[in-house]
Nanobody
Framework: QVQLVESGGGLVQAGGSLRLSCAAS????????MGWFRQAPGKEREFVAA????????DYADSVKGRFTISRNNAKNTVYLQMNSLKPEDTAVYYC?????????????????WGQGTQVTVSS
């Protein structure tokens, strides 16, 4: 089992930045793909970013490319999401997720473990 705990969410003005962290415990994530997803009220959970096990291969939703960066520190068992140039439409609960396999995926059903989420609110 892997437990994931997100932190770093909050309220920020449009154009601002936030850095989310996802701390894993229970087992190492060094061999696991990690992903970030988000869910706005009344909408389905959507893919934001993913990182393969080594961090060298990443994938992003078109809506966040060039603004968000996923990174990981396997020694600290932690994954990060740096969010820059935030927009009101980025407002959502952000979730960290882990796969049992090394390769990333964009669909929520492909992930095995989930955190409880952290709220990000971007004001206009």
């Amino acid at each position: 089992q892997v437990q994931l705990v997100e932190s770093g969410g909050g309220l920020v003005q449009a154009g601002g930045s936030l850095r989310l962290s996802c701390a894993a415990s229970g087992r190492t994530i060094s061999n696991s793909a990690m992903g970030w997803f988000r869910q706005a009220p009344g909408k389905e959970r959507e893919f934001v970013a993913a990182s393969a096990w080594g961090g060298g291969t990443t994938d992003y939703a078109d809506s966040v490319k060039g603004r968000f960066t996923i990174s990981r520190n396997n020694a600290k068992n932690t994954v990060y999401l740096q969010m820059n140039s935030l927009k009101p439409e980025d407002t959502a609960v952000y979730y960290c997720a882990a796969r049992r396999t090394p390769y990333g995926a964009t669909q929520p059903r492909m992930y095995d473990y989930w955190g409880q989420g952290t709220q990000v609110t971007v004001s206009s």
